[in-house]
C-alpha cells in the first residue's frame, strides 16, 4: 500500500496525547496535527488562551503549545472530520483495568479502544496507517485488524502499526524529544517507513526499532513491569534498612553502582502510582493466567502486592509513632501527586495513605504545588461501600494552597511526593507553627540534613533510614 502523510489525527488528548503530538508538530512543521478528544472540557482547556490552564502541566509544554497551536497543531472535539482528513491515525485513548465482568480488577478496558476503532472504520478515507500510541494487551492488533477489515467500501484500505509510549510524567517533553528509543511493530514495510520518517526528524537513526506487532505490544507491558518490580524490589529492602540500621540511600547507591543493575529507578519511597504500572503489571498478569501460565503470574503478581503492603506499612508506622492514635489529631500531607513535576494523582500512593489516615480518624491539611483541590476531592471521596465513612470516627480533609497552612498546628507532616520546593524549606518556621512533638514523616528522603531538622526539635521518620 501506498501512503503520503500530511495530517495526523490522535484520537485522544490525554497526558500521551496531547504532548505527543505537541513534540511530533514542532519537528514536522509541514505536517498538520489534529489532537480529537470527546471530552469538550479537555479540548477547551487545550485551546485556552490561558497557557496556565491547560489541561496537563508538563515542564516545557507550554512552549511548544505557544509555538505550533493554530500552526499546524490543533485540538478539536470533531473526531469525524478529523478522522476523515487524516493519513495516519494515532490512538491514545485510556485503557484502565475493567472495573467488572470477565477479567474484572485485571484485565485492560479496551472499549475506548475498540469504539475508536469502529470510528475510524466508519469514517477514515482512502489509504490510512492506523497506530497503536495506547498500551495495549499482546495481540490487541489483530482485534483492531479484525474491524478495520470488516469494511466492505474498497475505497478504504489500513494498515496497522504498534508505537507504544514511553514518556514519563514529569519529564514527558524530554523524553519525547530525546528517547531511548522509539519502537514500531507491524508488518507493512510502507507503513512503518511512514512512521521512520516522522520520527527521523529528530530522533537518531539507530535509536528507532522494527519488530513484529506482537513483540512490539508485548515490551511496553514488560518495560513497565521491570521498571515496577525495581522499585517493588527496594522498596523490600527499605523495610529491612528500618529494622537492621542499614540506610536504603547507602544501598541504592552501592546496588545501583553495578552497571549490571543501574542506578536509576532504585528511589525507595511510598510505592509506585501513576495510571500504568499497576495496570500494566495486572494486564499482564491476566495475560499470564490466560496463557496457562499460573507461576509467572504469580511472580508478577508479587510486584504490585508489595506495593500495596508498603503504602500500609507507612500509614501503621505514622499511627504507631504517634502514640498508636491519630483520631483528631491534625496532619500536614505534602505533596498529593504520584510524583514530582506533574498535577497527576492517577494511583497516587498519597491516596491510599490518606485514606488509612483518615480511617484512623486523623485531620488531613493537604498542600501540593499543581494538585487542584478538585483532584484532591474527586480522589478522597470514595470513602467507603456507596460513599457512606467506614465508620464514625471517620477524620476529613482540608485543602491547603500554601504549606505554611498545611503545617499548621499539625502534630505532624507527611511529605508524599518528590517536590523540589519541600528542600528549600524554611523548616524553622514550619516547626514553629506545630503543636510539639513534632513529627515530620519523610517517604521520599528529601531531607538532606536530617541532623538539622533534629536539632530543630523535630522527630524525623524516614523511610528506609531509623
Ligand atoms: P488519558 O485518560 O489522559 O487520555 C485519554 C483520552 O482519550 C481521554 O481524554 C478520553 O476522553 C479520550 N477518548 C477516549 N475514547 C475516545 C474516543 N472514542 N474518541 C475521542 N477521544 C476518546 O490517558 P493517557 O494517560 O493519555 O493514556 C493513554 C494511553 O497511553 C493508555 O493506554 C496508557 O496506558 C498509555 N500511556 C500512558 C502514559 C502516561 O504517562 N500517562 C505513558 C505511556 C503510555
Ligand atoms: C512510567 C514509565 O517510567 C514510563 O516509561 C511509561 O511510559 C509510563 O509509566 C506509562 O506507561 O505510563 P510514569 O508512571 O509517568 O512513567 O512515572 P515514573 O517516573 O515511572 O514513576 C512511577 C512511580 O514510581 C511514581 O510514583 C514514582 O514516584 C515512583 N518511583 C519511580 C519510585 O518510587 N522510585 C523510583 O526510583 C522511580
Given at each position: 500500500m501506498e501512503f503520503k502523510i500530511k495530517k495526523i489525527c490522535c484520537i485522544g488528548a490525554g497526558y500521551v496525547g496531547g504532548p505527543t503530538m505537541a513534540v511530533i508538530a514542532d519537528k514536522c512543521k509541514g505536517i498538520e496535527v489534529n489532537v480529537v478528544d470527546l471530552n469538550r472540557e479537555r479540548i477547551a482547556a487545550w485551546n485556552?488562551?490561558?497557557?496556565?490552564?491547560?489541561p496537563i502541566f508538563e515542564p516545557g509544554l507550554k512552549n511548544i503549545i505557544t509555538r505550533r497551536r493554530g500552526e499546524n497543531l490543533h485540538f478539536s472535539c470533531d473526531v469525524e472530520m478529523n478522522i476523515a482528513l487524516a493519513d495516519m491515525i494515532f490512538i491514545s485513548v485510556n485503557t484502565p483495568i475493567k472495573k467488572s465482568g470477565i477479567g474484572a480488577g485485571m484485565a485492560s478496558d479496551l472499549k475506548w479502544v475498540e469504539s475508536s476503532t469502529r470510528q475510524i472504520l466508519e469514517h477514515a478515507q482512502g489509504n490510512t496507517i492506523v497506530v497503536e500510541k495506547s498500551t495495549l494487551p499482546v495481540k490487541t492488533a489483530k482485534t483492531i485488524k479484525s474491524i478495520l477489515e470488516s469494511n466492505k467500501n474498497s475505497n478504504k484500505n489500513f494498515s496497522v502499526l504498534s508505537n507504544p509510549e514511553f514518556l514519563a510524567e514529569g519529564t514527558a517533553i524530554d523524553d519525547l524529544i530525546n528517547p531511548d528509543r522509539v519502537l514500531i511493530g507491524g508488518e507493512d514495510r510502507n507503513a512503518i517507513d511512514e512512521l521512520i520518517k516522522i520520527y527521523e526528524n529528530w530522533v537518531p537513526k539507530n535509536k528507532i526499532i522494527t519488530t513484529n506487532l506482537w513483540s512490539s505490544e508485548l515490551s511496553k507491558l514488560s518495560a513497565n513491569a521491570f521498571l515496577a518490580q525495581r522499585i517493588s524490589s527496594i522498596n523490600t529492602i527499605s523495610a529491612i534498612c528500618e529494622t537492621t540500621g542499614s540506610n536504603i540511600n547507602d544501598v541504592s547507591k552501592a546496588i545501583g553502582m553495578d552497571s549490571r543493575i543501574g542506578s536509576e529507578f532504585l528511589k525507595a519511597g511510598p510505592g509506585f502510582g501513576g495510571s500504568c504500572f499497576k495496570k500494566d503489571i495486572l494486564n499482564l498478569v491476566y495475560l499470564c493466567q490466560y496463557y496457562g501460565l499460573g507461576e509467572v503470574a504469580n511472580f508478577w503478581k508479587s510486584v504490585v502486592d508489595i506495593n500495596s503492603w508498603q503504602k500500609d506499612r507507612i500509614s501503621k508506622i505514622i499511627v504507631k509513632n504517634l502514640f498508636g492514635t491519630i483520631a483528631g489529631k491534625k496532619l500536614g500531607i505534602f505533596g498529593f501527586s504520584f510524583k514530582a513535576n506533574t498535577n497527576d494523582t492517577r494511583e497516587s500512593p498519597a491516596i491510599e495513605i490518606c485514606k488509612s489516615l483518615l480511617d484512623e480518624g486523623a485531620i488531613l491539611q493537604i498542600y501540593d504545588p499543581k494538585v487542584s483541590f478538585d483532584s484532591i476531592k474527586k480522589d478522597l471521596s470514595t470513602i467507603g461501600e456507596d460513599s457512606?465513612?467506614?465508620?464514625?470516627n471517620y477524620g476529613h480533609w482540608i485543602f491547603s494552597r500554601k504549606s505554611l497552612e498545611a503545617a499548621k498546628d499539625t502534630d505532624a507532616i507527611i511529605i508524599l511526593t518528590d517536590w523540589d520546593e519541600f528542600k528549600t524549606y524554611n523548616w524553622e518556621e514550619i516547626y514553629e507553627l506545630m503543636r510539639i512533638p513534632a513529627w515530620i514523616f519523610d517517604t521520599r528522603n528529601v531531607i538532606e540534613s536530617p541532623k538539622h531538622i533534629r536539632s530543630l526539635g523535630f522527630n524525623l521518620w524516614q523511610l528506609g533510614i531509623n
Amino acid at each position: 500500500m501506498e501512503f503520503k502523510i500530511k495530517k495526523i489525527c490522535c484520537i485522544g488528548a490525554g497526558y500521551v496525547g496531547g504532548p505527543t503530538m505537541a513534540v511530533i508538530a514542532d519537528k514536522c512543521k509541514g505536517i498538520e496535527v489534529n489532537v480529537v478528544d470527546l471530552n469538550r472540557e479537555r479540548i477547551a482547556a487545550w485551546n485556552s488562551e490561558n497557557l496556565s490552564e491547560l489541561p496537563i502541566f508538563e515542564p516545557g509544554l507550554k512552549n511548544i503549545i505557544t509555538r505550533r497551536r493554530g500552526e499546524n497543531l490543533h485540538f478539536s472535539c470533531d473526531v469525524e472530520m478529523n478522522i476523515a482528513l487524516a493519513d495516519m491515525i494515532f490512538i491514545s485513548v485510556n485503557t484502565p483495568i475493567k472495573k467488572s465482568g470477565i477479567g474484572a480488577g485485571m484485565a485492560s478496558d479496551l472499549k475506548w479502544v475498540e469504539s475508536s476503532t469502529r470510528q475510524i472504520l466508519e469514517h477514515a478515507q482512502g489509504n490510512t496507517i492506523v497506530v497503536e500510541k495506547s498500551t495495549l494487551p499482546v495481540k490487541t492488533a489483530k482485534t483492531i485488524k479484525s474491524i478495520l477489515e470488516s469494511n466492505k467500501n474498497s475505497n478504504k484500505n489500513f494498515s496497522v502499526l504498534s508505537n507504544p509510549e514511553f514518556l514519563a510524567e514529569g519529564t514527558a517533553i524530554d523524553d519525547l524529544i530525546n528517547p531511548d528509543r522509539v519502537l514500531i511493530g507491524g508488518e507493512d514495510r510502507n507503513a512503518i517507513d511512514e512512521l521512520i520518517k516522522i520520527y527521523e526528524n529528530w530522533v537518531p537513526k539507530n535509536k528507532i526499532i522494527t519488530t513484529n506487532l506482537w513483540s512490539s505490544e508485548l515490551s511496553k507491558l514488560s518495560a513497565n513491569a521491570f521498571l515496577a518490580q525495581r522499585i517493588s524490589s527496594i522498596n523490600t529492602i527499605s523495610a529491612i534498612c528500618e529494622t537492621t540500621g542499614s540506610n536504603i540511600n547507602d544501598v541504592s547507591k552501592a546496588i545501583g553502582m553495578d552497571s549490571r543493575i543501574g542506578s536509576e529507578f532504585l528511589k525507595a519511597g511510598p510505592g509506585f502510582g501513576g495510571s500504568c504500572f499497576k495496570k500494566d503489571i495486572l494486564n499482564l498478569v491476566y495475560l499470564c493466567q490466560y496463557y496457562g501460565l499460573g507461576e509467572v503470574a504469580n511472580f508478577w503478581k508479587s510486584v504490585v502486592d508489595i506495593n500495596s503492603w508498603q503504602k500500609d506499612r507507612i500509614s501503621k508506622i505514622i499511627v504507631k509513632n504517634l502514640f498508636g492514635t491519630i483520631a483528631g489529631k491534625k496532619l500536614g500531607i505534602f505533596g498529593f501527586s504520584f510524583k514530582a513535576n506533574t498535577n497527576d494523582t492517577r494511583e497516587s500512593p498519597a491516596i491510599e495513605i490518606c485514606k488509612s489516615l483518615l480511617d484512623e480518624g486523623a485531620i488531613l491539611q493537604i498542600y501540593d504545588p499543581k494538585v487542584s483541590f478538585d483532584s484532591i476531592k474527586k480522589d478522597l471521596s470514595t470513602i467507603g461501600e456507596d460513599s457512606i465513612p467506614k465508620n464514625d470516627n471517620y477524620g476529613h480533609w482540608i485543602f491547603s494552597r500554601k504549606s505554611l497552612e498545611a503545617a499548621k498546628d499539625t502534630d505532624a507532616i507527611i511529605i508524599l511526593t518528590d517536590w523540589d520546593e519541600f528542600k528549600t524549606y524554611n523548616w524553622e518556621e514550619i516547626y514553629e507553627l506545630m503543636r510539639i512533638p513534632a513529627w515530620i514523616f519523610d517517604t521520599r528522603n528529601v531531607i538532606e540534613s536530617p541532623k538539622h531538622i533534629r536539632s530543630l526539635g523535630f522527630n524525623l521518620w524516614q523511610l528506609g533510614i531509623n
